[in-house]
């Protein structure tokens, strides 16, 4: 049977994740290129690496359906545009139409953050749910909203934007995107780094987390987490102010989605149940009573995947 490919693929700031799937969501080839960080060669970076893949898989391009692909910023779905992306010097880029001339295959462009989202709905924590919040909490905080199946792109793109909801309203940390107080300044792995560091110098409370910064000189959200396992006091504040603001932005997000499940992904999303755990309990908190029955908070499950996978979901529903 000459069954058809999808492709995958994910840019990311220093590798492009990319992947051949089946129409089952099954991955057949995965595999990473180094991201061109001045962002000029990427597409022909991608054409060059799928006609590799396929001559090593002795596979026929035809195969190939066509390009699901997200990147990182706002994103017109409908030409393909990325209208900024700070890291790779892009502005109004034409990203479809570039990918399609040097693939030769059609190709569809969605935001990171959405496809990583789409990819959970299809074959991850979001499956079977067509009303769905995905929050990934890395270096920074980003997020896809899909309603009835369909992801919340909004009037120029930047639908989903979860990460710069406005959690401390006067006084908060500055943030990339030029607001202050954003919850990707509290709940990203570097903001949990900064609030951790803040309070270390602001008190002298005995912690595991002053010595293990004295004996390595650095501090990571996975030490925090595993700290408050352990019940260290300034840990454990840092976490519950963490998933504090975690919980009540995601509660005021289901007020307006009422949705299925809130998948939760990401770096720091390693802490696993305990993050699960207390972010529902603030959760439930702040939601409406309704929603808060409606919702189930869940670990993502797809882990680098989830991009390419959502990548193939959008090349199968857009480009057939």
Sequence with gaps: MNEKWLVGV?????????????????????????????GKSITTDIAKAIDKKLEELDQPKSKLIGIGMGAPGPVNMATGLVYETANLGWKNFPLKDRLE????????IDNDANIAAIGEMWKGAGEG???LICVTLGTGVGGGIIANGEVVHGVNGAGGEIGHITSIPEGGAPCGCGKNGCLETIASATGIVRLTLEKMNRTQTESILRKKYEETGHITSKMVFEAAQENDELATEI???VTFHLGLALANLANGLNPEKIVIGGGVSKAGDQLAELVSNH??????????LGAEITIATLGNDAGVIGGAWLAKTKLM
């Design 10 to 38: 994910d840019l990311g700031g220093t590798t492009i994740k990319m992947a051949f799937i089946n129409m089952y969501g099954e991955i057949m080839s995965k595999w990473e290129i180094v991201t061109d960080k001045t």
């Design 283 to 292: 959760f439930k908190k702040f939601a409406f009573p309704r929603v808060a």
């Design 239 to 241: 976490i519950e102010f």
């Design 129 to 131: 749910a067509k009303d």
């Design 101 to 108: 001339i040097e693939t030769g295959l059609p190709a569809v």
